[in-house]
């Protein structure tokens, strides 16, 4: 498994910095980008896409996740997240963002993010601590 060392979420952070600068955000001008690196090395990246009806927007956690799922399918794990915004301001990935990357997550993955201090690094589990679980996954399970 690829680790997430300080060389990997370096890396990755410029990658999400990258994608931030794609970002589609006319209505609020907050640019966000988000990389995630997988258990096999590679490394998909995303840019947050604003609509003029704000519920439509989409963050750049989710952009990430659904180019990674389309150009490689589901079955790899993330194992490091970084997200990078061009606001200077505090930007760890919304409820919405976290359960949707919460089905492809390593159980140790780490995640970046902006914060006033500079950069936040910790466990995703404790960004997302009690995920919605697949109850029929957990029932199968216990036969």
Known sequence: MVNSAPDSIARLQSAAATAAEKA????SNFRVGAALLFDDGTVTSGCNVENIS???TICAERTALCRAVAEHGANRRIVAIAVANLNQA???P???CRQMLSEFVAPN?????SDSQGFTLLPFSELLPHTF??????EDARG
């Open 90 to 92: 505090a930007s760890p």
């Open 133 to 138: 679980r697949n109850w029929k996954k957990d």
């Open 54 to 56: 704000y519920g439509l």
């Open 94 to 96: 919304c409820g919405a």
């Open 24 to 27: 589609y955000a006319p209505y």
């Open 109 to 113: 993955a780490m995640v970046s993010f």
